[in-house]
């Protein structure tokens, strides 16, 4: 063990051997290239002898000349589960180095990923957007875009409510029914040849067999927001 009343015979980092002989790396400190020099970060000797240093358990580090595995603490984003440490998950995040618990996030707040390592990684939820810090529901007749930015349903969609996650919330207005486009209908006067082809034509900006939302035909009615 370190003894400080020999440091001063072998020099700084060294201490003597078991039979007072040689010098050698104390407790902290390794040996390379014929020298002692402090373990590095994430790393830890505890014993003296002309060893290399050992790694620290993964995902965990230690400060510069740690003599003690026990000065291996969980790495940022990390969390000590009483064995290992384990990833911060999905609405937690931690930013320092230490055998604790990750924090969670603001209310209507998550990650991105597991292993978050700062509070900048709290983002709003899905349905939400930031608006100043603040993350507020997207509108009824919007939608997030998957980066938390509400944007408008299609032409004559809506949604039942406030903070829709997705466009497959949006549904069809008062008035509008469900209508997959299958046919083509017969060509007005007026259409080019580009716009009206095989003889017929569908509605801008849809696709043979996708659904849309189209106006209730003639002797029929729609109430409600839904498709």
Do not use: M
């Amino acid at each position: 063990d370190y003894d400080a009343d020999r440091v001063g015979v072998c020099g700084v980092g060294y201490t003597t051997d078991e039979n007072n002989t040689a010098c050698v790396c104390v407790d902290g400190y390794g040996f390379a290239n014929g020298a002692c020099s402090e373990c590095g970060v994430g790393t830890y000797k505890d014993f003296a002898g002309n060893a290399s240093c050992s790694a620290c358990p993964a995902h965990s580090t230690s400060l510069l000349g740690s003599a003690s595995a026990t000065e291996c603490l969980c790495a940022a984003g990390y969390a000590f589960d009483g064995s290992a440490c384990v990833e911060c998950g999905i609405g937690s995040y931690k930013a320092y180095a230490a055998n604790e618990a990750c924090l969670a996030c603001e209310a209507l707040r998550t990650t991105d990923a597991v292993g978050s390592t700062a509070a900048s990684d709290c983002v709003c939820v899905a349905g939400y957007a930031d608006n100043a810090g603040v993350c507020e529901p997207c509108a009824v007749g919007t939608h997030d875009d998957g980066n938390n930015v509400c944007v408008s349903c299609g032409a004559g969609e809506s949604t039942l409510s406030t903070g829709s996650a997705s466009a497959a919330e949006c549904v069809c207005g008062v008035g509008l029914g469900w209508h997959v486009f299958d046919d083509r209908q017969p060509c007005p006067g007026g259409y080019t040849d580009h716009e009206c082809q095989f003889g017929g034509y569908l509605p801008h900006g849809v696709a043979q067999g996708e659904a849309h939302c189209a106006v209730c035909p003639s002797g029929t009615f729609k109430n409600w927001v839904g498709s």
